[in-house]
């Protein structure tokens, strides 16, 4: 554990100690009602989940591993220092190793699932697929703190900058109300396209007429008055008119920041979708996604990290700046992670010539803000980054340290509508592995 | 119950199931039929089959029951005698405004279209196709163009468009799975979506309407009204168009693209009436 900033001998303590005082000053966690929510107050306020979509290698990322030779590494063979002794990571993240002291890594991260749709789903919902569809940590998030507990901002409260991720549900079996907006465009493009809210080539002006049109044209609505679907149909609609017009349309121009600003963030997709989700955070959104798409990288891996890394490196480098500079990491989780990481050994044969397969069994992740501390590593892979030789951590012991800190009993029951008994996490159920919640980094 | 080796056990199932001593599968069946077609089963909600709940009319449920037996099962019986009725063929414009009219099927409910209904409905209207891929197992398999929306047998099939608009997961079985509620994403979807759009603008129906209609406007509204609404326009509604057409200034086909618009928009277009 030389890399870590943390002993394991100090892991193990502080994990102790958290489980301890849990048990001997909280009783309200033990007596809680699953009907009225005594969870401590919410360090966090939102999150931004920057998903890995088709799993990240950790050995080119947080997990360096320069002693396991061309094997392992391929020309990514360099560990750097970062501004927290003996913590490192690799050399292709040279911005992000200056930030160091605002994230932890987890270096453990395992399930052992190598299919993208089940580890899709068991990093973004804890549990392992069965007869319901679980909704994911943002479904569960807008659940929590949208529209029924308070929130009122200008934009739903889970959104997804800028696709949605195929192969898994977002919501789940919670139906349709708890899915992410989805925004589509291109933050990078000369104006970011905003799916609903900025139309291609229809003016203001024509928006407006054309719904007037519409409006003279409701024979229906008007022959049949006081429907009560009716009704709920004309709120709707005032409501996505709203977004149409409202302050939404500025929150989502990026014009309104400064070139410098825009630069800083990286002039490409992924930089300037962190600027977007700084901007989200700003108006208070608790969730937001940036599915950032391509790391599912079987063949040319390595020139693809080469032109990858650097952006997101100064993407996600300029976000923890920033946010620190705005006062706002202390009260958002940054997670950065996949649904699982890329085989440690390289292959180098063909028709691969140098590309790296799905890896479950051992991974990482990046947490930040909102409570979770920076500068430390949680759990140890072994010498070439294949198994978890300590503190294995799993997707529900990830997922609870996030519902924790965002004020959601993680071990609290998952309401409905269709009158089912579910719990938020499997967590203590049989056959179900937990390594624990994150004690050692969660701020007390 | 024994199922031999070379038996398709859902065979054995069926017949367990319609035997004439099980009057639940009847009771159940042919109240979601009735509630598929009317908006609401004589026992309501379809799910909630239990002797604490009712039927509103019981002997309607039994004279059902009995004719389905009566039938060998068949249930297109059932659909031909409820879509033949005076009940079913009602208008959906209430003649009675006391509050339990609706559960007493004195007029009929409506309720928005099913989202398979209004993507079809929508193909339909534009031309352009839905595309559709199973993504489990992989490499991807592409569901046939022709291929309806309605007609897609897998619930892990799906599209944004359809999680939208409530198409439900099928994870339960319930009828109540499916939600037919309006939620703003949907309106926002309809009213401002490139989905949509795409739909209007690159329809090749549009433009074949156009291309025949040689200039005539009032030519163009009453085919569009034809094609999205299956009526003609009343003298009203083709004045309200035509004075859009000339207070916007709008080319003919700019002021057909946002008449379609509307159009599509429209409860009437929307909702089963």
């Known amino acids: ?444 | 119950m024994r199922i031999k080796p070379n038996e398709d056990p859902r065979k054995v199932f069926a017949n367990w199931l319609i035997t004439k001593r099980n009057p639940w599968f009847t009771r159940v069946v042919v109240n979601r039929v009735w509630a598929w077609l009317m908006g609401r089963g004589v026992i309501h909600e379809p799910d909630d089959i239990r002797a604490d709940n009712p039927p509103s009319h019981p002997r309607l449920l039994a004279y059902l029951q009995k004719e389905l037996v009566g039938a060998d099962y068949n249930l297109r019986h059932i659909y031909r005698l409820i879509l033949n009725s005076r009940t079913y063929q009602q208008s959906s414009i209430p003649q009675s405004t006391k509050p339990r009219a609706e559960s007493l099927f004195a007029h009929y409910i409506v309720r928005q279209l099913d989202a398979e209904v209004l993507v079809d409905a929508l193909t339909t209207v534009f031309g352009p196709r839905e595309r559709y891929q199973s993504v489990i197992p992989e490499p991807f398999t592409f569901i046939p163009e022709e291929h309806r929306t309605i007609a897609l047998a897998d619930g892990s099939i799906t599209s944004q468009f359809l999680e939208m608009f409530g198409r439900p997961s099928r994870d339960t079985g319930l009828a109540s799975e499916r939600n037919n509620e309006p939620t703003d994403a949907q309106r926002l979807h309809m009213l401002n979506s490139t989905h949509i759009q795409n739909k209007i603008e690159r329809s090749w129906r549009l433009r074949q309407l156009l291309k025949d209609a040689k200039g005539n406007k009032k030519n163009v509204i009453r085919k569009l009204y034809l094609i999205i609404l299956s009526r003609q326009p009343t003298p009203d509604e083709i004045a309200v168009a035509q004075a859009y057409y000339k207070s916007a200034k709008m080319n003919s086909r700019q002021g057909a693209v946002d008449l379609a618009w509307a159009l599509i928009n429209s409860k009437e277009f929307l909702y089963r009436h």
């Open chain 1, 1 to 444: 554990m030389a890399r870590s900033g943390l002993t394991r001998r100090e892991v193990i303590k502080y994990g102790l100690i958290g489980a301890g005082t849990l048990m001997a000053c909280d009783p309200r966690l033990l007596l809680a009602s699953p009907k009225t929510p005594t969870f401590k107050p919410a360090q966090a306020k939102s999150v931004i989940q920057i998903w890995m979509w088709g799993g990240p290698s950790h050995l080119d990322t947080f997990d360096p591993k320069p002693q396991a030779g061309n094997d392992y590494c391929g020309p990514l063979d360099q560990a750097l220092k970062t501004n927290v002794d003996g913590m490192q990571v690799n050399a292709a993240l040279p911005l992000l190793a200056q930030q160091a002291d605002k994230y932890s890594i987890i270096r453990s991260m395992t399930h052992g699932v190598n299919a993208h749709e089940t580890a899709s789903y068991l990093m973004q919902t804890g549990h392992m697929p069965s007869r319901i569809v679980h909704p994911s940590v943002g479904a569960v998030v807008s659940l929590f703190k949208g529209y029924k507990h308070g929130y009122n901002g200008i934009v739903p409260p889970y959104i997804v900058l800028t696709r949605p991720q195929g192969r898994f549900s977002e919501a789940g079996f919670l139906g349709q109300s708890y899915k992410p907006f989805c925004t589509s465009g291109d933050p990078n493009a000369k104006r970011f396209v905003v799916e609903g809210i900025v139309a291609r080539g229809i003016s203001d002006e024509r928006q407006l007429r054309r719904r007037d049109l519409l409006h003279s044209l409701d024979s229906l609505g008007q022959a049949i008055g006081g429907n009560s679907q009716f009704t709920k149909l004309d709120q709707t609609e005032k409501a996505a008119y709203g977004l149409m017009f409202g302050e939404a349309k500025q929150l989502f121009d990026l014009g309104e920041e400064s070139d410098e600003m825009r630069n800083r963030y990286g002039r490409n997709s992924f930089g300037q979708s962190c600027l977007m989700a700084r901007r989200l955070v700003e108006v208070g959104v608790p969730y937001i996604t940036i599915n950032y798409q391509g790391w599912d990288t079987h063949k040319q891996h390595f020139p693809t990290m080469n032109r990858r890394l650097p952006q997101m490196d100064q993407g996600l480098a300029t976000l923890l700046k920033d946010l620190t500079e705005r006062n706002l990491l202390d009260s958002t989780i940054i997670w950065w992670g996949g649904e699982f990481g890329r085989s440690p050994k390289v292959q180098w044969n063909s028709p691969w010539n140098g590309g790296r397969s799905h890896h479950g069994r051992c991974f990482s992740v990046m947490l930040a803000g909102g409570g979770f501390q920076g500068g430390h590593v949680i759990g140890a892979s072994d010498a070439t980054g294949t198994g978890v030789v300590d503190r294995p951590v799993y997707p529900l012991d990830l997922i609870g340290s996030i519902y924790e800190l965002m004020g959601i009993d993680p071990d609290g029951p998952l309401p409905n509508s269709q009158g089912l008994d579910l719990k938020l996490l499997p967590t203590g159920e049989k056959g179900v592995k937990s390594g624990g919640r994150l004690k050692e980094i969660l701020r007390t």
